[in-house]
């Protein structure tokens, strides 16, 4: 059998059996096999052929083409959003002048000494229909960086697959009571990964935390004012990295990452904590929405992971 890891093939000569993109391997313990089940699937751009002559000629061709290999996290964490964020706020009217009716909401409060909810939100329901249609087209529009695809294609394009993974490695860490290798960060599954759901719904709140932020603090302005879009993306680019690398209070005042890296962190039961901690709920949200599927798609768009995830269950279940 040869594993070529770098061209992502897996050529096997065996009479006996034939791996595929999905299956289950034995644990084995150094001395011998166990009955410890490894389930594992991978994703199809693997190729699996059935001699080691087939492979030789496969890679032979497949060396010859030259492949542009494509992050689309630099895109969807990097300039793109950041533009489309500025342009876009730039664009709306009521964007643009978002923070003057925050101030003023602000400060009749402060005044009155006690909010009126009701009032407050009609007063603000067409600023957040506007955000919410920006976030939206940020999401849906294809992409000539990322091949035509839209930023929701590819956010979902492995998600299943990544979900997947991890639970058969946290079945894994339950069966042999350690945690499974990880990855080398500069591995090319590492690097170019796809996003799983925990990813997704951070970077959904991501995108919201972004784009409020930059109506708060009125950083574009109208369209009759000259803007520095450079100095605008270095704003924003900061932003993002104090939300990314600082505790927030929708994580227990946790990090979500550092220095670009996912945190996972341990509590003293050895749980993960941080990212990990939200899939804990994710369970118990998807069989709430399954009974309650009306009422939760009638949420207020600022409940950021809780809408995020239900937005997620709700594509897959349409599809």
Not at 8 to 14: I, K, M
Not at 122 to 128: C, F, Q, Y
Request: charged letters at 25%; aromatic letters at 8%; a negative charge.
């Amino acid at each position: 059998m040869i594993i070529d890891l770098a061209g992502r093939v897996v050529a096997a000569e065996s009479t006996y059996s034939q791996p595929g993109h999905e299956g289950t391997i034995y644990y084995h313990d150094g001395t011998q096999r166990t009955d410890v089940p490894i389930l594992y699937r991978v994703s199809d751009e693997w190729r699996f052929l059935n001699s080691v002559a087939e492979y030789e000629g496969f890679r032979a061709a497949q060396l010859q083409q030259s492949r542009l290999i494509l992050d689309p996290r630099e895109i969807l964490y990097g300039r793109p959003l950041l533009m489309h964020i500025l342009t876009e706020i730039r664009h709306s009217e009521i964007c643009a002048e978002g923070h003057k009716i925050l101030k003023q909401l602000e400060q009749a409060e402060n005044a009155d000494g006690a909010s009126d909810l009701v009032q407050n939100e009609e007063a603000i329901k067409p600023l957040m229909a506007d955000v919410s249609a920006i976030h939206a087209r940020w999401l849906m529009t294809p992409l000539a960086e990322l091949d035509g695809q839209s930023p929701r294609e590819v956010l979902l394009a492995k998600r299943e697959l990544v979900d997947f993974d991890l639970h058969t490695r946290e079945m894994q860490w339950t069966f042999l009571g350690e945690g499974p290798p990880c990855l080398p960060r500069e591995s090319f599954a590492y690097r170019f990964g796809g996003f799983g759901s925990h990813e997704c719904i951070i970077y959904y709140d991501l995108v919201r935390v972004l784009l409020w932020r930059t109506v708060e603090q009125g950083i574009v302005g109208n369209m009759n004012r000259p803007f520095d879009f450079e100095a605008g993306v270095k704003q924003l680019e900061k932003m993002k990295s104090d939300w990314l690398e600082n505790p927030q209070p929708g994580l227990d005042n946790r990090l979500v990452c550092a220095h670009g890296d996912p945190v996972v962190q341990a509590d003293e039961g050895g749980r993960s904590t941080a990212i990990g901690q939200i899939g804990g709920l994710l369970g118990q949200i998807a069989v709430y929405y399954s009974i309650h599927a009306d009422v939760c798609r009638k949420l207020p768009v600022q409940k950021g992971i809780l809408r995020a995830y239900l937005i997620l269950i709700d594509s897959g279940r349409r599809q």
